[in-house]
Every structure is written in structure tokens, then in C-alpha cells.
């Protein structure tokens, strides 16, 4: 079962941040500082996997972005790798040629669509157009509710 | 004031209206952080104020927004803890657009512990009933990230019935979701199971694929409750073409193979067929990896056990020579674990995997190395150490160098250096990996270096000369950083100079060696080593020089000169020790004048060898009688003494602790203090004359550091003589490399390479002669297929080729220990429970049997109560049971006008546990020879009996039978025998009337219950009248054994009935009631995690075994016997095996483990306890009921 999967950029930042176990704040930040550090304190050349604690550490760099997921020992690391493009090739296709902004600036749009794909740790959809397919109908809910006058809600 | 509270009005209205506008929206806020790269913490923080006042507002878009701003404020780290109510409002809102970003801070921020999820039980349920499928997706979502047990309880019948909705969106989050349910509250698993099971077979793919999940998810952990479901998943598997879903099952199969070996011989071909025909690595690797599990689950049997091997081998060899470096990470991942069961596979492999010490990738380089440590024989061991030699040298990292010194010496020692056939080869690379630049195992190498030459004695010349050069080149070692803690093989170099001076070349020159190093510079134990064997070796030179009274003097007078200086030592313990030798040789000296020296006095000081000791060798020794460990010596010191001790200690015992600290010689310790040596102790303030002695010696070491840049006289060490150096490539470059070191390698030492040129002649040598030998033999063969043979033959059993080593194995133990003992796992058994206490473990509740009928889900309305509804005592009154035999005996004999009296003794163990004397027969129950006084002036029919208690015995029972534990319905941990059984038993054997003794006119009949209570035994006699004559009365005389008495004094040992006769008849009945040890047992079930858990914890000390053939064929019933007439309970019972457990009446734990080997009729019975002597009792009282 994947732990969490953590998103930042080169400089370390973090841009998106999911977890599948329930942590406190404190915690969630200690281990957030200490993978963030320990993966990109690798050289590029090396392989995709590191020994954390009792979990390994799955990442991938796209641009300037990694993508990092956690996961338990016997778990598929290659897998998991495939997650992650999968993931990689949503939030591509969603965005149009995704870039490091569009998650900064539609953060929530970027967790909309983890929820389509992954619930609880699990994947729970493998199919990219019935993710999309999920996303794009709670967005047009949205417009639908967004008030056309500024009155209206009052 | 009237006026501008309605202008406040006005302006909130007007907020309120236009919030919107007014407000920042998330866009805003990204860009002004963005913009605020300087001084980014106070415009967040000014944006959290902004927020605040934003949900104070009424308008729940303002309100929603600011949780959305929030909700990225948490990611950049910022506590948004307070703001929890508030995110609460926003996803109770009826707008999917507020939920949705009320439910999205929630899964960001909430966690199990807080507090204001209690008031989202209402609000969650509607939502997740929502008509809306996204608003109950959403609530999921939600759910999924922040469900804790209250929740989970609550709400688990809700999404129980979202597993059966119509919408498959809805169905598979259900699912997925009802995993998390499990975690929090595994009071749901049993329940939901079935319909969970179901969803297996959903028609929706993803439902299906979201049921493969969680029952991996569950079985991964508790594989042993999933197995049934094993041929549904193997259907799914052969039928999927879902990798994601085929690679979730393989993995379960990988977790139920070990328990059940019929299942991997299904799975092989299935898998092989997988891997040769999938494309998808993950689905590739995750084949193999199961395929490696089946094969060491079952390492034999299997028809093509050896091509599946081959078959993992060869494409886990693709994966590692692929470029892709996951691949080859994960090749030499998979390798590994092929490794520990068949090692020769991967051995053949060597090549490609020495070839991945080379990788970029340092975390693929430890990988091989890991699997080369496990590769290594006595043939290619020099080989693979060389190739690790010259590869460390080229290697970048002092952390990897490191690891790689480490692996070395791991790869070397193991298995007490079995696969070592050259000791001086070994030697002669752990000197020169005292040359490696900045290493931090030097202790590491020192403790090998000890080790070696204390167990294997032949190489103790060698070994000593080794190390007088090292001393004799000390002064490099002085030189080295911080960093390294290289000097410490010094220490060992010391230790075995002096122990073993006798195999020294020239110990007089070591001696001058010794006395010249500017010892005082090195850490405080390594000077002490020295001080302490600089006597060894002068007592050898005495001892060795016949009586040369000069050459004597001369040397102590000498060694007594220089030895003044190290009295300046800064450590305490070097300089007491300093200080001792000193002075006896002073004493020697004077008493060499008054030519009253003999040397025996001296060398008595160093007489008998050191040997090694056992690891556990502390423990096994027996506490001396009349010791008691736990008990005070002085009186504890009060409070107020321990504050004056602290007081005293913060000025000036700093500096103690230093010195206590780094005179202690364990292992651990010494390697923490390695690294503070070389800091500065400024606890002392050094005195002028110290000042100037520093000075000097700085200056000194100065001269003797080959580094040190200054144009005065050459160092002093100049090198000897040079090893003659071969000239071949492989010898020229290890050498040069290892030079670049902090050391210069001018060290007289024989490098390891020529002992590994030599030692490979030596091989080949002897290869031939056994070759030439057979060759002898089969000499009438062609030369050339004679050759061709014999080369494999030899190749075939190489190990004969190597000369065998003696090497002194484990270490020695106080008399009468022996090694094998259990204890020996106590410290890492403890320390593995210890860590699963500390980690709570969610599924260690969710072992549950799933097979039972599943009981109704317990109501969200009444969620606690029900667990403690249904608790009933079946117990059937026993009174009248115990009753009956008695009854009907009575009327048979009615007639005949007996007297049958029930009497009850109880038998009181006293607080000792000494079994064996209750077994032996002479300590049993017996009566005394002489007929006690009342037979003589009560002229009556007298049997002997215990003391009675009339009926009274059968109210006992039934509190007894009261105290028994109610069933537990709802434990549904439990799969014991319910207790009802247990009680049904126990009647029965109440039962049973054992004859104790018969005379013309009395039976005497008893039987044995044991309290459960206390540590009792209930013993009820039944007596019957053989005779026509009526009985007047009965006396008891009892005579207690050395370890049970009995405990009834209330009831007279004189029974007299109202009868009175005139016939006057005597008799007496002696008899030794036979107490057998099982009748100390009583029933305690136990399940079989706790059961698994106290057979590891290495408590049950004592062992015995038996081996019982029996003619009866049903191992079952052998086992039934066994438990009903031993009141064993069964733990745990599988095809031929079973695990019996009871309890003694004192509380010692009895597990029996009974397999029956071969044929049925043939069992084996093998014990565990506390208690030896009872334990061994048991076992032979069973033996004997099967003969």
C-alpha cells in the first residue's frame, strides 16, 4: 500500500503532499524534510529506489518536479513507478502539457485527481479516460453552483 | 455609538455581499508569496490574519475560499490545527463545490487524533448517502485519509451498504475504503468478510480489482485465515489480463505459498508461462519474486524445481545487465533472496555481479556486495577479497570504503572463518587494511586481528611478527586525523606481541620498539595494553637469557628508564598501570642486587592462556547458593545523599567520568571514546615542566611524521628494508594504490598478494598431486579422457585440496553450561517484542478465523454493549454428576447394609515446585507402618483413610466450576475448545474412580481434581463396605509427604456412625496414594499467537523429549487421549502436528509439542516448561499409559 506520495521541486519545495496513514502535523513535516533531503541528495545515474526507515522510497523526476512515493517492503517497486507516470500522464493530459505552475496554482485541482486514482493507498482506477472522465463532471458541477451574479449568494 | 454600529452593519453587509471581491482569492495569495520571496513568513502571516477575519464572515463561499488558502498554507508547513471547526462548516455545506474543498482540507490537515472529527459522525453519513454519486465519493475520499476508530465503528455499516450500490464508481470505493474501516476497528472484518469475498466475483473489473487489493492488503499479513480463498484467486489469476490486478494476486500467493507447499507446485507453471511470455517488468519481477518464494517454501519435490531456479536466475541476469539502473537494482534485489537458498546458482554469477561493484550508483554497489558476502567458498574467497582490495582502493566515498572494509572482514570471519584456508594471507590483508586512508573501523580490524590469533593457534608466529612491525611503526598511526580510528589495531598489536612473545624474532628489538614509541599519545586503554605487555615481554627476555645476571640488569635498568616517562600519562587507569609495572621492576631490580631473584616470580604474573570466551559465557554462570542477587549490600542511600553526590559531581568529576569512560575495554564503549581521543583534554592543567615535556614530544613526532614539512634530518623510521616487490601488474598497482594512503607502505610486511600468488601454487600443486594419484589409479586409460575426468572430479570435491586449519570455534563457558541453550535468543527476542509493543501493529487485531459463521455487524446505535450481551454459563450444575456414581454404588451396596462415605481431602502443595519428590512413591501419600494408636481402643472395622469432609466436597466442586471463565462468545480471537467442553470433561473425570486399595471388607476408591484456583488438589476417596456387617466408625491417620500435606483440618480424622454393633472387628488398609504429576496440571487454553509468542520468548527453559509407538492408528485420537487424561488443551493442530499447552496448579506453563513421525502408530512428544523435573515426569508418566 502506498504510505504517502509527496511532490516538490528541485529546490526542495513541496507542491503536493498526500497521506494514506494518519499522521500529526509534526510528524508529517519531519519525514517530509527528511526524504526531501534524502532524495535529492542522489546523483542523477542512480536507481529510483531507496531504503527509508521501514519503507522505500520510490521517486522520479519529471522537469523539474519529483514525485516520491512511499511504500511498504513487499510492495512492487516498478509498480509503483508506474503510479507515478500514470499519475504524471493525468495531470499532463488535465492540464495540457502540464508545468510546475499549473500544480502551484490549481493545487486542488491536483488532488481532485489523485482521489479519481488512488483512494486509500490503493489504485482504485486504472483507466486514464474514466479518471478524467470523473474529474471533468465534478468540475462542470462546479460551474454550475459558481454564483453568475455577486448578490446571489447573499 | 448608536451611529457607528450601524455603519458596521453596513460595511459587513456590504463584505458580506461583495466578499468575493473584496477578498483574495487563492490566485492572489500563490502570486504574493511568489512575490514576496524576501520577507515570505510575515506576508503569510498577514494573509493568516486576513483569513481569520474571512471566517468570521456569515458568506460560506468567503468562508470556503479561506479554507482553500489555508489548505495550501498547510502544505508550506503553517499550523492550520485552528482552523478545524471551521473546515468542518465549510464541508457541511450543501454546495458540492464548498464540500469538496471543505473535505479536501479536512484529508490534508485532520488526522485520528482530532478532536472535532466526533462531530462529523451525522454529517459524513449523509454525505456518504448522498444522491449525488460525487458528493458520497468526495465524503470517501475524505474518509479514507482521516477515519479513526470512533468513525470507523460508527460508520461501517453505511459503507457496507455502499458495497452494494448500483454504481460501480460507488462500489469499489466502498470497498477500497472498508480496508481502512478494518484497520481502525477490526471488530468489522468477520462481518463484513462475505460480502467483501463476493465483490471477488463483481461483475465491474475495478470493483473487482479494489476486492484483489484489500483481501492482498489483509492477507499479506495474516496470509493463514485467507487460504480458502485460494482457488478463487487462482481462477482470476489464469483469467485476468489486468496487470495491476495479476500482479496484486501473484503477490498474495507469494504470502499464502509458505503455508500451504500444494499451492506452489499449482502456481509454478502458471508463473513460468508468465515470465516467459509478459513484457511488463513490473509483472515480470513481481512473477519472480513469488516464483523464488514457492521455491523456498519448497525446496525440494518439485518436478522442475532446478529449471525455475535456472529459469529466475537467467532473467534476473537480463534485469541486472539492463541499463535501466531500477532494473539492476532490483536484479540484484531479487538475487539475493535466491541466494540464501541456493547458493550455487548465483555463485555462478560471480562475474556479472563483481562487474556491479563498479556501478555509479552507490546504493547498487552495496546491493552487490551484500550478495557477494553470501557468494564466497573456500575456492574463491582469496579472489573475491583481492578483487574487493584493489576495488576499494578505487573507489570514492570514505562511507562506501567503509562499508566495503566492513564487508571484508564480515566475508572473512564468518561462520568462525570457515572459509578461510590461509591464516597468513588473512593476516597479512588485515595489516594492510590499516593502511586505508581514514577508516573508522579500527577496532573493527584490531578485534580481527586479536581474534585470529587467539583461536587459531598456528598462526600466532606470524601473527606476532606482523605485529611487532606494526609497533615498530607506531609513530604512523600518531599522525592520523581526527577522523580515523586506525591506532586502535595498536592495541591488538600490543596485546599479542606481549602475550605470544615467545614466537617474536627478535623480542628484544620489539621490546626497544615498544619503549621508543611516544606511547603517551594514544588513547588511554591502548597505553595500558602496552604498560602491561612491555612486563610480558621483559619477563620473557629474562626468562629466555639463562641466568645472564648483566644482560638482566642492564635491560631493566633500561626498560625502568624509559618506562618513567609514560608515568606522565593523562589517563588515569594507563598511568596506575604505568606505574605497577614500574615498581615491580624496581623490585626485580633489587632484588637482583641482593642476587635474591627468581624468575619464577615474575613470570608467575603472566602464567596460562587466555582463551576465547562464549559470547553468553557471563550468563550461563550459576548463581552461587546463599546469593542473592536482587538484595541491597549496603543500604540503599537515602534521597538526600544522592543530591549531596550530584552537588559534588558538577565541578569536579567531569574529568572522572572521562577517565571511567575510556578505561572501560568493551567493545561498545571503546569505539565511542576512539573518537574523542585525539580531542584535546583540557580537564588538566599541565604544569610548566609538562608544558615544555609536550613541547618536546610534539617536536619529536614531528621528526617521525614522514607528512610533516620541514627541512631538519630525515625521520628516524627509515625504511628498512623494502619488500621485495615482484614486479607483476596485479602487485605493482595494489601496491602504488594503497600507498596514496595516509600510511606510507614502507611497513616491512609481507603484502598479501605474494601469499596469494603462493597460496594459489600451493593449490594447484596439490591438485595435481591428487590428481597424479588418481591418474595412478585409473592409469589405463586414455591420457586424455583420463585428464578430462579427473579434472572435473577434482573440481567436484575441491575442498579436500585445502589444508585444514585448526581454528579454536565458539569460546569457553563455565562448567557444566552448555551452549545450546535457548537464552541465547533472549536479548533479540526481547528486543523484537519490545519493538512490536512500541509499534502497534493493526493487524496484528486483524488475525481473525474468517471461516466461522459471521455474526451481524454490530449497530451503530448500541456499538459497545453488544460485544458483552450473550454471557451465559453452560455449566450443568455438577453436584449432582459428582453425585451419581456415588449414589448408585450406595444402592447396590444397600443392602448388603454398607457405609459409603464420601470424604474429601484436599492436598495442599506447599510453595515449592520440587515435583520430582512428589512423583517418587516414597514420597507420596503413604500411611505410616505402625497402625496408629486409635485401632487398638476402637475395636471396630478400620480402614484408613484421609481426613473426611463428609459432602461438603460438592458445594467445593461447584464453586470451583464457578470460578471457571465464562465462555467468551465474542472473542473472536479465540478458537480454543469452548470451555463448555472443558467442564463436560472435567466431569468426566470426576468420574473416575481409581482403586487405592482393597481389603476382605473395604474398598478404598478415589479420585484427583485440581483446583484451578490455588495450588490444590481436591482428592475425594469413596469407600466402599465389602461385608455384611455394618460399620461403626473410621479412623484416618495421614501421613503427609515431603512436599504435599493435607490441608483439611476441620473435619475430625474420626468418623463414627450412629450404627451401633456388637460385633468387634478390626481392620486396617495401609496404602500409598499415587499422586502422578499430571495431576498438577490443570486446563489453561491459550491462543495460538501467545502460545507462538512464549514458545520464542526463551522463558521455557527446560526440555525433554520421548518418542512413543502406539496401536492405535488415529493420530487424532492419540491427541484427544492425550488431552483428556492429561488436561492439556490443544493450541494448535495441523495434518500431523499439534501443539498441547496446560498450566502446573503453581502456574508454570507446560507446552507439548506431539508430531507423529512416519506412520501414525509412531509418535513424538517433545516438551517445553519451566520446570525440568516435572517436565521430564510428564512426558515419561505419558510414555507409560501408551505401553
Known sequence: MIQFILLFSRQGKLRLQKWYTSQTDKSKKKITREIIAAVLSRKPKMSSFLEWKDLKIVYKRYASLYFCCAIEQDDNELLTLETIHRYVELLDKYFGSVCELDIIFNFEKAYFIFDEFILGGEIQETSKKSVLKAVNDQDVIQEVETPQGLIDEY | ?1187
Open chain 2, 1 to 1187: 455609538m448608536a451611529m457607528s454600529v450601524t455603519m458596521d452593519q453596513v460595511v459587513k453587509r456590504a463584505k458580506d455581499s461583495f466578499g468575493q471581491m473584496f477578498d483574495k482569492s487563492l490566485h492572489d495569495l500563490v502570486r504574493g508569496i511568489r512575490n514576496h520571496k524576501d520577507n515570505e513568513a510575515k506576508y503569510i502571516n498577514e494573509a493568516i490574519d486576513e483569513i481569520k477575519q474571512e471566517l468570521k464572515q456569515d458568506n460560506i463561499a468567503v468562508k470556503a475560499n479561506a479554507v482553500n488558502k489555508l489548505t495550501y498554507l498547510q502544505m508550506l508547513g503553517y499550523d492550520i490545527s485552528w482552523s478545524a471547526f471551521n473546515i468542518i462548516e465549510v464541508m457541511s455545506s450543501n454546495k458540492f463545490t464548498f464540500k469538496r474543498t471543505g473535505y479536501l482540507a479536512a484529508s490534508q490537515c485532520f488526522h485520528e487524533g482530532t478532536d472535532v472529527l466526533m462531530l462529523t459522525t451525522n454529517m459524513i453519513r449523509k454525505d456518504l448517502n448522498s444522491s449525488s454519486m460525487y458528493e458520497a465519493a468526495t465524503a470517501m475520499n475524505g474518509l479514507s485519509c482521516f477515519i479513526n476508530g470512533d468513525l470507523a465503528r460508527d460508520l461501517a455499516n453505511d459503507i457496507m451498504i455502499l458495497m452494494s450500490s448500483t454504481k460501480p464508481y460507488i462500489r469499489k470505493r466502498a470497498v477500497l475504503l472498508l480496508y481502512k474501516v478494518f484497520l481502525n476497528n477490526p471488530d468489522a472484518l468477520k462481518p463484513a468478510f462475505p460480502r467483501l469475498k463476493e465483490k471477488l466475483e463483481d461483475p465491474d473489473p475495478g470493483v473487482q480489482a479494489a476486492a484483489v487489493n484489500v483481501i492482498c492488503e489483509l492477507a499479506r499479513r495474516n496470509p493463514k485465515n485467507y487460504l480458502p480463498l485460494a482457488p478463487i484467486f487462482f481462477r482470476l489469476m489464469t483469467t485476468s489480463t489486468n496487470n495491476w490486478v495479476l500482479i496484486k494476486i501473484i503477490k498474495l500467493f507469494g504470502a499464502l505459498t509458505p503455508l500451504e507447499p500444494r499451492l506452489g507446485k499449482k502456481l509454478i507453471e502458471p508463473l513460468t508461462n508468465l515470465i516467459h511470455s509478459t513484457s511488463a517488468m513490473s509483472l515480470l519481477y513481481e512473477c519472480i519474486n513469488t516464483v523464488i518464494a514457492v521455491l523456498v517454501s519448497i525446496s525440494s519435490g518439485l518436478p522442475n524445481h532446478n529449471a525455475s531456479i535456472q529459469l529466475c536466475v537467467q532473467k534476473l541476469r537480463i534485469l541486472i545487465e539492463d541499463s535501466d539502473q531500477n532494473l539492476k537494482y532490483l536484479g540484484l534485489l531479487a538475487m539475493s533472496k535466491i541466494l540464501q537458498t541456493h547458493p550455487k546458482s548465483v555463485q555462478a554469477h560471480n562475474d556479472l555481479i563483481m562487474h556491479c561493484l563498479d556501478d555509479k550508483d552507490e546504493s547498487i554497489r552495496l546491493r552487490a556486495l551484500d550478495l557477494l558476502s553470501g557468494m564466497v567458498s573456500r575456492k574463491n574467497l582469496m579472489d573475491i577479497v583481492r578483487k574487493l582490495m584493489v576495488h576499494m582502493d578505487k573507489s570514492e566515498g570514505s562511507h562506501y570504503r567503509d562499508e566495503l572494509l566492513s564487508k571484508i572482514i564480515e566475508i572473512c570471519s564468518q561462520n568462525d572463518y570457515q572459509h578461510i584456508t590461509n591464516f597468513e594471507w588473512y593476516i597479512s590483508i588485515l595489516v594492510e587494511l590499516t593502511r586505508l586512508e581514514g577508516t573508522k573501523h579500527g577496532n573493527l580490524i584490531a578485534l580481527q586481528v586479536l581474534d585470529v590469533a587467539v583461536r587459531v593457534e598456528s598462526i600466532r608466529p606470524f601473527a606476532c611478527n606482523q605485529m611487532a612491525i606494526l609497533l615498530a611503526n607506531a609513530h604512523v598511526f600518531i599522525v592520523g586525523s581526527n577522523t580515523t580510528t586506525v591506532a586502535e589495531v595498536l592495541y591488538a598489536a600490543a596485546w599479542i606481541c606481549g602475550e605470544f612473545c615467545s614466537y617474536l624474532k627478535d623480542p628484544q628489538e620489539t621490546l626497544q620498539a615498544i619503549l621508543n614509541t611516544k606511547v603517551t599519545l594514544f588513547p588511554g586503554h591502548i597505553q595500558s595494553v602496552y604498560y602491561q605487555n612491555i612486563l610480558k615481554i621483559v619477563t620473557h627476555l629474562i626468562q629466555s637469557s639463562n641466568n645472564d645476571q648483566a644482560f638482566t640488569k642492564q635491560l631493566i635498568s633500561t626498560t625502568i628508564e624509559k618506562m618513567s616517562t609514560f608515568l606522565s600519562s593523562g589517563d588515569v587507569e594507563a598511568q596506575e598501570r604505568a606505574s605497577v609495572s614500574l615498581h615491580i621492576l624496581k623490585t626485580v631490580l633489587k632484588l637482583l642486587e641482593k642476587a635474591d631473584f627468581n624468575i619464577n616470580e615474575l613470570s608467575v604474573l603472566f602464567e596460562g592462556s587466555l582463551n576465547p570466551v562464549a559470547p553468553k559465557a557471563q550468563r550461563k554462570v550459576a548463581v552461587p547458593n546463599g546469593l542473592d542477587l536482587d538484595a541491597w549490600i549496603n543500604e540503599p542511600p537515602s534521597e538526600s545523599e544522592d543530591e549531596s553526590v550530584v552537588s559534588e559531581t558538577h565541578y569536579d568529576s567531569k574529568g572522572l567520568f572521562y577517565g571511567n569512560s575510556e578505561n572501560s575495554y568493551s567493545s561498545n564503549s571503546y569505539a565511542n571514546e576512539a573518537s574523542s581521543y585525539q580531542k584535546p583534554r583540557n580537564y588538566v592543567e599541565p604544569t610548566a615542566d609538562e608544558l615544555e615535556q609536550q613541547r618536546e614530544s610534539r617536536k619529536q613526532s614531528e621528526q617521525m611524521n614522514p607528512f610533516y614539512l620541514k627541512d631538519t634530518k630525515k625521520s628516524k623510521a627509515t625504511p628498512k628494508t623494502e619488500t621485495p616487490t615482484t614486479t607483476t601488474n596485479g602487485n605493482e598497482n595494489l601496491q602504488s594504490s594503497l600507498s596514496k594512503g595516509a600510511i606510507p607502505s614502507n611497513l616491512q610486511v609481507s603484502l598479501s598478494d605474494q601469499l596469494y600468488r603462493q597460496a594459489k601454487i600451493d593449490e594447484e600443486n596439490r591438485r595435481l598431486k591428487k590428481k597424479s594419484k588418481v591418474d595412478g589409479a585409473s592409469s589405463k586409460k586414455g591420457k586424455k579422457s583420463s585428464k578430462k575426468s579427473d579434472t572435473v572430479a577434482a573440481d567436484d570435491n575441491d575442498d579436500d585440496i585445502y589444508p585444514t586449519i585448526k581454528v579454536t570455534r565458539g569460546g569457553e563457558l563455565p562448567e557444566g553450561a552448555t551452549a545450546s541453550g535457548n537464552e541465547d535468543n533472549d536479548d533479540d527476542n526481547n528486543t523484537k517484542v519490545g519493538n512490536k509493543n512500541k509499534k502497534y501493529d493493526p493487524h496484528r487485531a486483524l488475525n481473525i478465523d474468517l471461516n466461522e459463521v459471521p455474526k451481524p455487524i454490530p449497530s451503530p446505535a448500541q456499538p459497545k454493549q453488544s460485544p458483552q450481551k450473550p454471557v451465559d454459563v453452560p455449566s450443568s450444575p455438577p453436584p449432582e454428576s459428582h453425585e451419581k456414581p456415588k449414589k448408585s454404588k450406595k444402592k447396590a451396596t444397600a443392602e448388603k447394609e454398607a457405609k459409603a462415605t464420601n470424604s474429601k481431602t484436599k492436598l495442599k502443595k506447599p510453595e515449592r515446585s520440587d515435583y520430582k519428590e512428589l512423583v517418587s512413591p516414597v514420597d507420596d501419600e503413604e500411611t505410616s507402618a505402625p497402625p496408629p494408636p486409635a485401632p487398638s481402643t476402637i475395636p471396630n472395622e478400620k480402614p484408613k483413610k484421609k481426613k473426611t469432609k463428609e459432602k461438603k466436597s460438592t458445594s467445593k466442586t461447584a464453586a470451583a466450576e464457578a470460578n471457571q471463565p465464562a465462555p467468551l462468545l465474542f472473542d473472536i480471537m479465540s478458537d480454543e475448545i469452548p470451555s463448555s467442553n472443558q467442564s463436560t470433561q472435567q466431569q468426566n473425570e470426576q468420574d473416575l474412580y481409581k482403586l487405592a486399595a482393597q481389603s476382605d471388607n473395604l474398598t478404598v476408591e478415589y479420585s484427583i481434581i485440581s483446583k484451578t484456583s490455588a495450588a490444590e488438589l481436591d482428592v475425594t476417596f469413596l469407600l466402599k463396605n465389602r461385608t455384611t456387617s455394618i460399620i461403626d466408625h473410621i479412623s484416618i491417620h495421614v501421613v503427609d509427604s515431603m512436599s504435599s500435606k493435607v490441608l483439611n483440618t476441620t473435619s475430625a480424622n474420626r468418623i463414627s456412625f450412629p450404627n451401633k454393633s456388637n460385633q468387634t472387628e478390626n481392620d486396617t488398609i495401609e496404602f500409598k496414594l499415587n499422586l502422578p504429576c499430571s495431576q498438577y496440571l490443570r486446563r489453561k487454553s491459550l491462543h495460538s499467537d501467545v502460545f507462538v509468542d512464549l514458545m520464542n520468548s526463551g522463558t521455557l527453559t527446560s526440555q525433554s523429549n520421548v518418542n512413543i509407538s502406539t496401536d492405535k492408528q488415529n493420530f487424532t485420537s492419540i491427541i484427544n487421549t492425550i488431552c483428556q487424561s492429561y488436561r492439556l488443551t490443544i493450541v494448535d493442530n495441523v495434518n500431523s502436528a499439534a501443539s498441547l499447552y496446560a498450566e502446573t496448579i503453581l502456574g508454570h506453563p507446560v507446552a507439548l509439542l506431539i508430531k507423529s513421525t512416519n506412520s501414525p502408530s509412531n509418535i513424538s512428544i517433545n516438551g517445553k516448561s519451566t520446570e525440568t523435573h516435572f517436565l521430564s515426569n510428564l512426558l515419561e508418566e505419558i510414555q507409560t499409559s501408551f505401553k
